[in-house]
């Protein structure tokens, strides 16, 4: 009785408070410290693959049907590697989006509590990946320079749906991809806990972007609504083709400018990613973040 009489913009708030102090009551509940429930002392066993082969960006391809076994493991892990190097890169981001979004905010509100709460699970994820990477033995992959220095833009200047979009673009997209992964008994076991781990924290994290991307566009005008919509496609557009650095053909020992020709061609990969996004794509359209020109840009990334 007493919400009935709270004014529409308090009772969203109440409402705001509640799904925080949920996430807060998951988090307490259900949360991995990967510094003990990784195996990180065991050797790397080479006759796992470092992701599922079907991800590979060779896959189904010529190329990957020449390849021996090993070879095929060896791309494998380096791909899973540059894929967690793209996640350290872009949770940078992402962590410092929110603690920016939230620098002014009372620190007594559930809210607040949980923006630091997911910014404390990024932290913990990010050295997971680290840690995975160096495991699986590869190099610290990074973005292009010119990728960098937009993502440098990108969290100085993206503010509202832009910012919370994009992060839930990238997201979205580890979590299909980490599923699978987790499950398949022919990738690493440590790899697999790493998935596991990354999977169940995201969910609480997708839940907290997807209602503040709705609350944040709910009022916004023509104009800003089909600038962000712009700026959400960019972002996921330099995410999604940063994910595999074509460094990783040259560290599994294959001819780099071959694999990248055929990886640029593959349809499965292509056909992978569509499908794995298209959740994704449905919510982005209910938010009518869908506009021309963003369209124009998910195709281009292959993710619609």
């Not at 913990?124 to 033995?137: C, E, T, V």
């Not at 190099?139 to 994009?166: D, I």
Request: aromatic share 8%.
């Amino acid at each position: 009785m007493a919400s009935s009489t709270l004014r529409p913009e308090d009772q969203d708030r109440r409402d705001e408070q509640d799904v925080a102090r949920r996430l807060l009551d998951s988090s307490a509940k259900l949360s991995y410290d990967p510094a003990t429930e990784v195996d990180w002392d065991t050797p790397l066993d080479k006759d796992f693959h470092g992701a599922s082969p079907e991800w590979s960006t060779l896959y189904g391809t010529a190329y990957w049907n020449e390849l021996t076994d090993a070879q095929r493991k060896e791309l494998t892990r380096q791909e899973a590697a540059s894929v967690a190097s793209t996640g350290i890169w872009f949770e940078m981001i992402l962590q410092q989006m929110v603690l920016r979004d939230i620098y002014t905010t009372d620190a007594t509100d559930p809210r607040f509590q949980w923006a630091l709460t997911e910014i404390a699970d990024e932290c913990r994820h990010s050295i997971m990946f680290a840690r995975g990477a160096a495991k699986l033995g590869a190099p610290a992959y990074r973005p292009r320079r010119a990728v960098v220095e937009l993502g440098r833009a990108f969290k100085t200047l993206a503010f509202g749906e832009a910012a919370y979009a994009a992060i839930l673009v990238a997201e979205e997209v580890l979590d299909v991809m980490q599923r699978d992964w987790m499950r398949d008994e022919r990738v690493a076991p440590f790899v697999r806990t790493i998935n596991n781990i990354h999977v169940v924290e995201e969910s609480r994290h997708m839940k907290f972007a997807r209602d503040e991307t709705r609350k944040r566009i709910r009022n916004a005008g023509p104009l800003r609504r089909q600038l962000n919509a712009f700026v959400i496609a960019v972002a996921s557009y330099f995410i999604v083709t940063s994910m595999v650095n074509r460094q990783v053909y040259e560290n599994a020992g294959l001819d780099t400018r071959r694999a990248v020709a055929e990886a640029g061609a593959n349809e499965h990969h292509k056909s992978l990613m569509r499908s794995s996004c298209s959740g994704l794509m449905e919510f982005l359209a209910s938010a009518r973040l869908l506009t021309r020109p963003a369209l124009a840009l998910y195709k281009r990334a292959n993710l619609i």
